[in-house]
Nanobody
Framework: QVQLVESGGGLVQPGGSLGLSCAAS????????MGWYRQAPGKEREWVATIFIDGGRTIYADSVKGRFTISRDNAKNTVYLQMDSLKAEDTALYYC???????????????WGQGTQVTVSS
């Protein structure tokens, strides 16, 4: 069993900053990637950022590039999302995801956290 738990969501004013964290636990052999998605009411889930665990390569959606930073702590199986210069349109439920190879499995499987709410409002 693998579990992803997000934390760090909350209310922040426009222009402010917020940091999110997601920790993976369970019978993990290897994590290939971890990342973040978000979903605002009435919209489809949107990809935000991904980090490759082996090597640390990062990729970002254009909407957050230059404002958000994804990072990881491999020893803790944790991914972070530092969000700066937040805008109202960043308001969403943010989901952590990870492509994880479990012990005994033949291929990775994508896992999702339950989400943490980020609200940007004055």
């Amino acid at each position: 069993q693998v579990q992803l738990v997000e934390s760090g969501g909350g209310l922040v004013q426009p222009g402010g900053s917020l940091g999110l964290s997601c920790a993976a636990s369970g019978t993990i052999l290897r994590i290939n990637t971890m990342g973040w998605y978000r979903q605002a009411p009435g919209k489809e889930r949107e990809w935000v950022a991904t980090i490759f665990i082996d090597g640390g390569r990062t990729i970002y959606a254009d909407s957050v590039k230059g404002r958000f930073t994804i990072s990881r702590d491999n020893a803790k199986n944790t991914v972070y999302l530092q969000m700066d210069s937040l805008k109202a349109e960043d308001t969403a439920l943010y989901y952590c995801n990870a492509a994880i190879l479990r012990r005994g499995a033949t291929s990775p499987y994508r896992y999702w956290g339950q989400g943490t709410q980020v609200t940007v409002s004055s």
